[in-house]
Nanobody, 126 residues
Framework: QVQVVESGGGSVQAGGSLRLSCATSGYNVARYCIGWFRQSAGKEREGVAGIDSNGFTQYADSVKGRFTLSKDPADNTLYLQMNNLKPEDTGMYYC????????????????????WGQGTQVTVSS
């Protein structure tokens, strides 16, 4: 059974850092992709960053230069290092997992993914 579990959220002041983890399991395919999304109150879910099994990464313009993806190939855990956090980064962060042809989509497009975790909350205070 495919599982996606996020962790690492918390509360920080503006300018601080957090590292989120997305642990994935229950699959064994050559082509997969994992992405981070966030959603704050009253707003639609927004793509943050994505990576595929070839290591190709894509980032939303709002986080370029501040957020960095990395992947542990041993266990398919995806990390999102978030530096210089801003209050507008506040939200529930979700991890999505997709396979095969789905990964032809953009890494920050939610339709690329069809397996989701429960989310982890990030709060950035000014």
């Amino acid at each position: 059974q495919v599982q996606v579990v996020e962790s690492g959220g918390g509360s920080v002041q503006a300018g601080g850092s957090l590292r989120l983890s997305c642990a994935t399991s229950g699959y064994n395919v050559a082509r997969y992709c994992i992405g981070w999304f966030r959603q704050s109150a009253g707003k639609e879910r927004e793509g943050v960053a994505g990576i595929d099994s070839n290591g190709f990464t894509q980032y939303a313009d709002s986080v370029k230069g501040r957020f960095t993806l990395s992947k542990d190939p041993a266990d398919n855990t995806l990390y999102l290092q978030m530096n210089n956090l801003k209050p507008e980064d506040t939200g529930m962060y979700y991890c999505g997992l997709g396979f095969g042809w789905r990964c032809n989509g953009h890494g920050t497009d939610s339709s690329t993914y069809n397996n989701w975790g429960q989310g982890t909350q990030v709060t950035v205070s000014s």
